[in-house]
């Protein structure tokens, strides 16, 4: 069940933010730290949310994603 959760978060993530703006790898980054977030490995979680933040600074979800991970550090 917790292993659905995390597809169904990865796919409502992906449906939500679209590819508009940012490369590849920060959106790889994103996604991929939003699924270990979701399955509870926060620090790989943070350091792929890092990446994908660095390499797209501006885009409110990496932050905001960033931010929840950082607080479960």
Same mark, same amino acid.
């Given at each position: 069940m917790q292993k659905?959760?995390?597809?169904i978060l +990865? +796919?409502?993530?992906i449906s939500l933010t679209g590819w508009a703006g940012g490369s590849k790898a920060a959106y790889r980054n994103y996604? +991929?730290?939003n699924y270990y977030f979701s399955?509870?490995?926060?620090l790989r979680a943070l350091r792929h949310l890092e990446k994908a933040h660095h390499l797209n600074p501006e885009d409110f979800h990496f932050n905001v994603s960033l931010a929840l991970a950082l607080g479960r550090t």
């Open positions: 659905y959760c995390g597809i +990865l +796919l409502l993530t996604y +991929l730290g399955e509870g490995d926060y």
